[in-house]
């Protein structure tokens, strides 16, 4: 972590729409702080934006271990959960008056300390960010290659591209899109990655429950040898779910493009979005996990809906509808890629700033993201079976989540002891810290039992 200059105290006059406020002088010069213009509608817009993605096309896999009332409750908690934590990480951005806590890994310093905050929340918020970059490069590769296929069928089969030349294709275009300057920039972005999520999380399912069930389509959950192996089992679908709730990595980020004041302050409009957008999301996973197991039930691919819609329906579904669908999640994937990338480059140019003491030039600025991007296109590369540890990787990352805010209110905002929110908080944050262990072990206990091929550097 970069050590950043000494913070200075500014005098801002005391009007009903000012107060004082201790301000990093570094951040004018940050993409993620650089600009303060943002309001409730770039909340939702970007709130939905890095909540709905991928993650969610694998839910009713979830569900062919844990069967309709378990699959259902789960994800009812853990979306009650993650929602409060999200109105915890909004009310904590600006806890200390005078103070803006603009990062999640400023946050947790502020709460545990400099050195354990960097150790608790450094690598989740890292993986959240690269490796979820890392993740939609292999996505969206490979979507784009399945689009081709369907657009193009038997026509333009005789040389086509591999799949990693699919993924230079997609990582280029992230590449250019990446120019964008900061977080408030990327808002049309992000709009356009909520409108695509809304639409093709609908169209998968829609189109998922419109076609005949495959025959042989059964709802008892995936029956194991041994006791051992379905509990493992079930601790790896239960980290499925937790990982489908991304994005509380960037909430402060998100909430540190607004303007506060005494009289607005930031998590005003910053919640307004927030809900907005969450209610959306509801929209988006809950169907999608419901509908997905109906349609397919414990049939299920381990590569989620999307891949059950092309294996059993690729001929049953109109071509132009199928290749829209995969479109979209090209788009949406290319406009994930942005926002998720952000605190790296953020990182990236606090650095170069620390060092220089002056701002980042255009050319360093774009040499940082190309860097960055076709870092991400080698590790994709080297490591294609990323996106295949979702059970894994959700519980690695799911104090971020569920548990460090719990955490960080009880040491920022101290409850009275022994009181029902002292309580509250505590059991959630080691119920969270305890579920990520449980998860993290099912998720190591399903790639060994179902001898994930680690073919590096070899994608399909």
């Known amino acids: 972590m970069e050590e950043r200059p000494e913070t200075e105290l500014i005098s801002i006059p005391a009007t009903p729409l000012g107060h004082l406020t201790k301000l990093n002088p570094q951040d004018a010069w940050l993409p993620i702080t ?5 309001n409730a509608h770039y909340a939702a817009f970007h709130n939905l934006n890095a909540g709905v993605g991928f993650q969610a096309l694998i839910l009713p896999v979830a569900f062919a271990f844990l069967g309709w009332s378990w699959g259902i409750l789960s994800l009812t908690i853990a979306y009650c959960w993650q929602l409060y934590t999200l109105w915890i990480l909004v009310q904590l951005h600006e806890a200390v008056p005078g103070k803006r806590y603009n990062r999640y890994v400023e946050l947790a310093q502020a709460a545990f300390g400099e050195r354990l905050g960097i150790w608790l929340a450094l690598f989740p918020t890292v993986y959240l960010s690269a490796g979820t970059a890392t993740a939609l490069i292999l996505i969206g ?16 089969s005789s040389n086509p591209l591999t799949t990693v030349e699919w993924y230079l294709v997609f990582t280029s275009l992230c590449i250019v899109l990446s120019q964008l300057p900061n977080l408030n920039s990327i808002a049309g972005l992000s709009l356009v990655g909520a409108v695509t999520a809304i639409t093709y999380s609908t169209m998968v399912w829609v189109l998922s429950v419109s076609q005949q069930r495959p025959p042989t389509i059964s709802y008892e959950p995936l029956s194991l040898p041994s006791s051992a192996a379905t509990f493992f089992s079930v601790m790896n679908a ?15 980020e998100i909430q540190a493009t607004m303007p506060s004041t005494f009289k607005h302050p930031a998590h005003v409009p910053m919640w307004r979005g927030a809900k907005v957008s969450y209610f959306f999301i509801a929209m988006c996973l809950f169907p999608i996990a419901i509908g997905g197991f109906w349609a397919y039930g414990n049939l299920m ?8 819609l092309y294996a059993f329906h690729i001929h049953d579904i109109p071509r132009g509808l199928l290749a829209l669908t995969f479109l979209l999640v090209v788009f949406n994937c290319l406009s994930c890629f942005q926002i998720y990338s952000m ?37 994709g590369v080297a490591l294609p079976f990323l996106s295949s540890l979702a059970g894994l990787l959700g519980g690695l990352t799911l104090p971020v989540t ?59």
């Not at 239960?238 to 402060?252: D, K, P, S, W, Y």
């Not at 691919?301 to 059950?308: R, V």
């Open 34 to 38: 650089e600009s303060r213009n943002g």
């Open 141 to 156: 590769g490979e979507t784009m290659k399945l689009f081709f296929q369907i657009v193009c069928g038997p026509l333009c």
């Open 238 to 252: 239960l980290g499925i779910v937790a990982f489908a709730f991304r994005g509380h990595n960037l909430v402060l």
């Open 301 to 308: 691919p381990s590569g989620g809906i999307l891949n059950a």
């Open 343 to 379: 605190p790296v480059f953020d990182s990236f140019e606090a650095g170069y700033t620390s060092r220089t003491n002056r701002p980042c030039s255009i050319w360093v600025r774009s040499g940082f993201r190309v860097f960055y991007g076709f870092v991400s296109f080698f590790i």
């Open 402 to 460: 569920f548990a460090y805010p719990c955490f960080m209110w009880i040491l920022i905002k101290r409850p009275t002891k022994y009181s029902f929110n002292w309580y509250f908080n505590w059991i959630l944050g080691w119920l969270g810290i305890a579920f990520s262990l449980a998860f993290s072990i099912g998720g190591i206990w399903s790639m060994v039992n179902n001898g994930l091929m680690l073919k590096f550097f070899k994608p399909n």
